[in-house]
């Protein structure tokens, strides 16, 4: 396993020096705001974003700049009944760069730590689930389970 990259921010680190006038003025916006009269950083939008405790969707460029764990976040696991992704897949518009994270690379979502305590009972039992999901994906387990059904028709 090998750990994340580590990229340096060429904004000051996300998360940090929110300000109360920035989250009161979050509440009058539903996004970030990036008109000349009225722009808002990603990092100071994030940093509100983190103040009201909301679910943050990061597309993968953008979450290589948020520290979850500094936050008090940590990513969502929203179990997905169909198989098709791991479950820690989110997709919407990245809070960093306001594209559609299907278009970068795919989203994250990252929920504060109290919603996730309340959303899921047994945290480790999710990983584990998770976990076994990707390995039902995973190309190699394909292969392998068409060499089984395979063997067993003969
Ligand atoms: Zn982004």
Redesign the pocket.
């Known amino acids: 396993m090998n750990g994340p990259i580590v990229i340096v921010s060429k904004y000051h680190r996300l998360g940090e020096g929110f300000s109360k006038k920035e989250i009161a003025k979050s509440f009058e916006h539903p996004g970030r705001r990036t008109n000349p009269h009225g722009y808002q950083s990603?990092a100071s939008w994030i940093s509100d974003l983190v103040a009201l405790k909301k679910l943050i969707i990061?597309?993968?460029?953008?979450?290589q700049h948020f520290n979850p764990r500094k936050n008090g976040y940590r990513r969502a696991y929203i179990p997905d009944s169909s198989g098709k992704t791991s479950g820690f897949e989110v997709n919407g518009k990245?809070?960093?760069?306001?594209?559609e994270?299907a278009d970068?690379g795919g989203g994250t979502g990252f929920t504060p730590e109290e919603t996730y305590n309340l959303l899921y009972v047994d945290p480790v039992q999710a990983r584990r689930d998770a976990r076994a999901t990707w390995k039902a994906q995973s190309v190699w387990s394909v292969i392998q389970r068409a060499r089984q059904s395979k063997g067993e028709r003969k």
């Open positions: 990603p990061l597309c993968s460029i953008c979450r990245c809070a960093g760069c306001k594209q994270t970068v």
